[in-house]
C-alpha cells in the first residue's frame, strides 16, 4: 500500500463490493473490455485527429510500453499540466495501464502550484507543454526538478530541449518492448488511480486519493443519471484534469457506454456554436459563467444546436433565469443542475423531479449508499428544512486526503464522515440546496481559490500590514475576490501594483485579486476575529451601489 493512503476500512468494503459498487478491477482492466467492446466506434476527437476505441486503446498501449522504458514504473506519481488535447487522453489511459498515478495539475498552474504538487506526492514526473501563451514551462520544471530529487523524468508536448523527453515521440514510436510487459503488471483496484486536487481552505492544496475501485464506479453512476448510450456525443471545453470533465460521468463515463467525446482547447462561443452543430453533439458541460456567456452571445441564433439533449452545469450556483432563456433558446434540451467535490459524492437533478425542485435545488446523491448528514456547529444532525455542514460517506468518497493525518483527523469525524465545509439544507423533496460554506474559499466560476493561499503572498508586501480576502458577488462568474488591505503608515497601494507583485509569486492567475479596498481598520467578531462576513457584506453593499449607479440614466 503507497504511504500516506487512507484505505476504505474493510467493513465498508466489503459493503461495496457484496452491492456491486466495487468490481475488484483496475481502471486498466475496466477500459481493456470498453475498447473491444466498442472497437469500431469513434472515441474521440480533437481537430482532425480522430480515434476510434480500437485505435485509443493501441496508441495508449505504444505509449505506455515506451513510459516503461523510458524508466516509469506502478505506482509512480506524474504531473501532467496539459491543454484540452487528445494527447492528454492518450496519457491518461497509458498510465492506467501501467499503474502510475496522474496528479490532477492544470495547464494554467504555475511555479507556486507544480512545486508544491511534486514536493507532495513525490512525483517522478512533470508533462507538460513546451508553451502556452507566452509562458514557457521548461524554466520553472527545471527549478522544480533542482528542488526535489524525486524528478525524474521531464515530457513536453513540443520540441524537446535539454533533459526532456518529447511526448509526441513516445506516443509515435513503435515500441520495444513486448505488449506481454502491460499483462505481467499487477494493479491493485484499492490503490490510488488518480490524485484529484482540493480547493483547501489552507494555503496548499491537498491531493486526494481516488481509488481504480470508486472511480470508475463514480463514473458509471454519474452516466446514468446524465442519459448518455452510445449516441452520445460530449463537447468537452472545460480543463481536463478536473474531476468533472474527467469522471462526472466525463470522457470516462462516456466511454465507458461507447459514446464520442470530442475536445477543444477553448471556450470561444463561436467555435464552441461550430462543433455543435458539426457533431450533433448532445451533451455539454458547462459553469454558469459559461453557459451565461454562450446564451448571450449574438450568434447563437445563427447555429443548428437541436441536437443538445442534455447540459449539465456545476461548480457554482446556476440562476433560474439563466435556465429558463437557455430552454427558450434550445428547445428540449434538459439544464441539469448537479453539486459534486472532487473528494467523492455527486449530486444531480434528475429529468424526472418537479419543475420547482429543479430550479430550486442542486439535486441528491447518486448511490443509496451515499450517507448524508447535515451536522450542526456541535457534530449534531439538524432537522429538515435547517441548514448544516453538508458530511458524508460512501463507496466513492474518500477516506482522508494523501499524507496528512492531522488535517484529516479535523476534516472526518471519528466515524469517517467527510466534514465538506458546504453549507446545505434539505428540500422537502429529498434534494438538497445549498446555503453557502464553512470553508474560506472564493468560487471563481467553478475555480475554488484558497483565500488564505492569497493573503499568505499578500502579506508579504512591503506596504501591507494585515489583509482579509472575501468573495464579491459577479454576474458572469458568481464570485470574484476582493482584497482588503490595511496599509503601513504612510504607505500606499493600488490593484495592479499588487497584482504585479502577486505575479512575481508565480501563481495561477485565476486567484489574483480582482479588486481592493483599503481599509484603516477590520470589523472583527465576538471572538475578537476578523469579521469575513461583515467584509463580505460590505463589498456586496457597495458593489450593489455602483451597479445602481450606472444604471441610472444621465
Not at 459559461?290 to 445563427?302: K, S, Y
Not at 456545476?314 to 437557455?326: S, W, Y
Not at 464553512?438 to 501591507?464: F, Q, T
Request: charged letters at 25%; one cysteine or more; hydrophobic letters at 40%.
Amino acid at each position: 500500500m503507497l504511504e500516506g493512503f487512507v484505505p476504505f476500512p474493510p467493513e465498508y468494503a466489503a459493503r461495496y463490493r457484496a452491492k456491486g459498487y466495487w468490481r475488484d478491477q483496475s481502471l486498466a482492466q475496466e477500459f481493456d473490455a470498453v475498447f473491444k467492446r466498442y472497437a469500431d466506434s469513434v472515441a474521440l476527437i480533437d481537430g482532425e485527429v480522430t480515434y476510434t476505441y480500437a485505435e485509443l486503446d493501441r496508441v495508449s498501449s505504444n505509449l505506455a510500453l515506451n513510459l516503461l522504458e523510458l524508466g516509469l514504473q506502478p505506482l509512480d506519481r506524474v504531473v501532467p499540466t496539459l491543454p484540452n488535447v487528445h494527447e492528454f487522453v492518450v496519457l491518461y489511459f497509458a498510465l492506467q495501464k501501467i499503474g502510475c498515478i496522474p496528479i490532477a495539475a492544470l495547464v494554467t498552474h504555475r511555479y507556486a502550484e507544480i512545486s508544491q504538487f511534486v514536493n507532495l506526492s513525490g512525483a517522478t514526473t512533470c508533462v507538460y507543454p513546451d508553451t502556452t501563451g507566452d509562458f514557457a514551462f521548461a524554466p520553472v520544471i527545471t527549478r522544480v526538478q533542482a528542488e526535489n530529487p524525486s524528478l525524474k523524468f521531464r515530457i513536453v508536448l513540443g520540441v524537446a530541449g535539454p533533459g526532456e523527453v518529447s511526448l509526441r515521440e513516445l506516443i509515435d514510436k513503435p515500441a520495444t518492448l513486448p505488449s506481454s510487459r502491460l499483462a505481467e503488471i499487477r494493479i491493485d483496484p484499492t490503490d490510488p488511480c488518480i490524485f484529484q486536487l482540493s480547493g483547501g481552505t489552507t494555503g496548499i492544496p491537498k491531493l486526494i486519493p481516488r481509488t481504480n475501485n470508486d472511480y470508475a464506479y463514480n463514473s458509471k453512476a454519474a452516466a446514468e443519471v446524465t442519459e448518455i448510450d452510445a449516441e452520445s456525443v460530449l463537447l468537452l471545453v472545460l480543463p481536463i484534469a478536473h474531476n468533472l470533465p474527467l469522471a462526472c460521468p466525463g470522457i470516462q463515463g462516456f466511454m465507458f457506454k461507447g459514446a464520442k467525446v470530442v475536445l477543444h482547447a477553448n471556450t470561444r462561443p463561436a467555435d464552441m456554436f461550430a462543433l455543435i452543430e458539426k457533431h450533433k453533439v448532445t451533451h455539454l458541460k458547462v459553469v454558469p459563467a459559461l453557459l451565461i456567456r454562450l446564451i448571450n452571445d449574438p450568434n447563437v441564433e445563427d447555429h443548428d444546436l437541436s441536437s443538445l439533449k442534455l447540459i449539465q452545469s456545476g461548480g457554482q450556483r446556476m440562476q433560474p433565469e439563466v435556465r429558463a432563456r437557455t430552454r427558450a433558446l434550445i428547445p428540449g434540451v434538459f439544464v441539469q443542475e448537479n453539486f459534486g467535490m472532487s473528494e467523492g459524492t455527486l449530486m444531480f437533478v434528475r429529468a424526472g423531479d418537479p419543475e420547482e425542485v429543479k430550479l430550486e435545488t442542486c439535486g441528491r446523491p447518486v448511490c443509496d449508499d451515499d450517507e448524508v448528514l447535515l451536522l450542526d456547529d456541535d457534530g449534531r444532525v439538524v432537522p429538515d428544512g435547517e441548514v448544516g455542514e453538508f458530511t458524508v460517506r460512501g463507496p466513492y468518497t474518500l477516506r482522508g486526503y494523501f499524507g496528512v493525518p492531522e488535517y484529516n483527523a479535523r476534516q472526518f469525524t471519528p466515524d469517517g464522515f467527510y466534514r465538506s465545509g458546504d453549507l446545505m439544507r434539505k428540500h422537502a423533496s429529498g434534494n438538497y440546496i445549498v446555503e453557502g460554506r464553512k470553508k474560506d474559499l472564493i468560487n471563481r466560476g467553478g475555480e475554488k481559490i484558497s483565500a488564505e493561499e492569497v493573503e499568505n503572498l499578500i502579506l508579504m508586501h512591503p506596504a501591507v500590514q494585515n489583509v482579509a480576502c472575501v468573495p464579491m458577488p459577479d454576474a458572469a462568474l458568481g464570485e470574484r475576490m476582493c482584497a482588503f488591505v490595511i496599509l503601513k503608515a504612510g504607505h500606499t497601494l493600488h490593484l495592479k501594483e499588487l497584482v504585479g507583485f502577486l505575479l512575481t509569486k508565480e501563481i495561477a492567475k485565476f486567484k489574483l485579486p480582482e479588486r481592493l479596498e483599503v481599509l484603516p481598520d477590520f470589523p472583527v467578531s465576538t471572538f475578537g476575529k476578523v469579521s469575513k462576513k461583515a467584509l463580505g457584506e460590505l463589498i456586496a453593499r457597495k458593489h450593489a451601489e455602483e451597479e445602481a449607479a450606472r444604471r441610472i440614466p444621465h
